[in-house]
């Protein structure tokens, strides 16, 4: 399957809902999710669980860009993952926990994302079909980020997993800087 997707930091997560409903977005539902990526040779390969929900395994390539980008993705059973990647536990690159509402227009997902350790996101994912065209697609987001456009922050290239990972790069970065003491000169004191 393919949709083509963006996603956005997200500076006002009330004023996005109202965008939503003034658009005529439906809300299907707010959750929480664990995304679990593994290191896999390519693509992203994450095993989602939702609260309520059968866990889901979904492999995805796309590029890393900030415009809105075509996606290519399969999602699996936990059964057919195991058939199509093997039994052996795979190695864990990072997990993602998220609370997402998820709002609906036409065949356009529209996430309102919390994630843990990184901030509050929008993102749009358009499913390509035969009614609606990777144009079709790349027209209703460009309506979409007009629409929400005041409450956008910095467009994202990357996953959050990327970021995750580049986030706990940081901190461990930070954390193995020595610590120094500064001197002061002679005479003077710490204020």
């Given at each position: 399957?393919?949709?083509?997707?963006?996603?956005?930091?997200?500076?006002?997560?009330?004023?996005?809902?109202?965008?939503c409903?003034?658009?005529?977005?439906?809300?299907?539902?707010?959750?929480?999710?664990i995304?679990?990526?593994?290191?896999?040779?390519s693509?992203?390969?994450?095993?989602?669980?939702?609260?309520?929900?059968?866990?889901?395994?979904?492999?995805?390539?796309?590029?890393?860009?900030?415009?809105?980008k075509l996606?290519?993705?399969?999602?699996?059973?936990?059964?057919?993952?195991?058939?199509?990647?093997?039994?052996?536990?795979?190695?864990?690159?990072?997990?993602?926990?998220?609370?997402?509402?998820?709002?609906m227009?036409?065949?356009?997902?529209?996430?309102?994302?919390?994630?843990?350790?990184?901030?509050?996101?929008?993102?749009?994912?358009?499913?390509?079909?035969?009614?609606?065209?990777?144009?079709d697609?790349?027209?209703?987001?460009?309506?979409?980020?007009?629409?929400?456009?005041?409450?956008?922050?910095?467009?994202i290239?990357?996953?959050?997993s990327?970021?995750?990972?580049?986030?706990?790069?940081?901190?461990?970065?930070?954390k193995?800087?020595?610590?120094t003491?500064?001197?002061?000169?002679?005479?003077?004191?710490?204020?």
């Amino acid at each position: 399957m393919h949709n083509v997707e963006y996603k956005s930091e997200l500076r006002d997560l009330d004023l996005a809902r109202a965008v939503c409903h003034k658009l005529g977005a439906t809300a299907i539902a707010a959750f929480e999710q664990i995304d679990t990526y593994y290191n896999v040779p390519s693509g992203r390969l994450k095993r989602r669980e939702t609260a309520g929900e059968t866990p889901e395994v979904i492999f995805y390539e796309r590029a890393n860009r900030s415009r809105p980008k075509l996606s290519h993705f399969s999602i699996y059973t936990e059964a057919q993952a195991a058939e199509r990647f093997g039994t052996a536990p795979l190695p864990i690159l990072v997990v993602v926990r998220k609370f997402r509402e998820l709002f609906m227009l036409a065949s356009t997902r529209i996430h309102l994302d919390r994630v843990e350790g990184l901030g509050t996101f929008l993102e749009f994912e358009s499913l390509i079909s035969r009614e609606n065209t990777i144009a079709d697609a790349h027209a209703t987001l460009a309506n979409l980020r007009q629409a929400f456009g005041p409450f956008l922050g910095e467009a994202i290239s990357d996953s959050y997993s990327d970021l995750l990972l580049r986030e706990i790069e940081d901190q461990d970065a930070i954390k193995a800087l020595p610590s120094t003491k500064r001197e002061l000169p002679p005479g003077s004191s710490a204020s």
